[in-house]
């Protein structure tokens, strides 16, 4: 059973459009995240949830918008895409803060064009 | 302050050989330190991670050696095999973790 599964994997779309990425994780943690990798491979944390309550917004564009229905999924829904939107987005969670062991999605990479 | 810088951006080592990779912050509230290794195509995995109140940890042939006064701490692979080419990440954390700029390793056979 994979531990934190995201969709899609792949994501190709042209400027303007709104997309949404979808994470889900069984490992019963109450605290998850959103990362963006850039082409660089710099990891920078965009947002964390614990137990659906936003705790971490980092500087990021308000088109990026999370939204946690409950403790074990949290979606990532963005509005009107840049290209320098394109970026490998990683999902994780791990069991209480960031403290501690983060378990990391196998992440979806999102070209827009 | 808040970043962590990682050195050497890339690291070629030969099959058998041991492969350092350094870290160093800033802030001093930063009380968790990971290593993450990443495959192509994969999300990063956590490798091993220590905490400021021990100077070493090992697991296996992993080590991170920690040094608080100089705020630095390191990653070694000892006995380095083809297996371990990947990317490795150092971290660094307090209510977040803030990552270094990744090495690429290549264990050549």
């Known amino acids: 059973d994979t531990a934190v599964s995201q969709t899609p994997k792949y994501l190709v779309t042209q400027m303007g459009n709104d997309k949404s990425i979808k994470c889900e994780q069984n490992l019963g943690h109450d605290t998850m995240y959103w990362y963006k990798q850039d082409s660089k491979k710099f990891l920078k944390i965009m947002f964390s949830?614990?137990?659906?309550?936003?705790?971490i917004n980092e500087t990021v564009p308000n088109r990026f918008s999370p939204k946690s229905p409950d403790k074990a999924h949290l979606n990532l829904h963005i509005n009107s895409l840049e290209l320098g939107d394109s970026a490998v987005y990683f999902c994780?969670?791990?069991?209480?803060?960031?403290?501690?062991?983060?378990?990391f999605g196998q992440g979806t990479r999102l070209t827009v064009v | 302050q808040q970043q962590v810088k990682q050195s050497p951006q890339s690291l070629i080592v030969q099959k058998g050989g041991i492969s350092i990779i350094n870290c160093a912050y800033e802030?001093?509230?930063?009380?968790?330190f990971p290593w993450y290794q990443q495959f192509p195509g994969k999300g990063p995995a956590l490798l091993i991670a220590?905490?400021?109140?021990?100077s070493e940890k090992k697991e296996g042939r992993f080590t991170i050696s920690f040094n608080k006064s100089a705020k630095q701490f390191s990653l070694h692979i000892m006995d380095s095999q083809p297996g371990d080419s990947a990317t490795y990440f150092c971290?660094?954390?307090?209510?977040?973790?803030?990552f270094g700029t990744g090495t690429r390793l290549l264990v050549s056979p």
């Open positions: 949830y614990n137990n659906k309550e936003l705790i």
């Open positions: 994780a969670s791990s069991p209480w803060t960031l403290n501690t062991e983060a378990f």
């Open positions: 971290a660094a954390g307090f209510q977040k973790l803030v």
């Open positions: 802030n001093t509230a930063f009380d968790y």
């Open positions: 220590i905490r400021p109140d021990v």
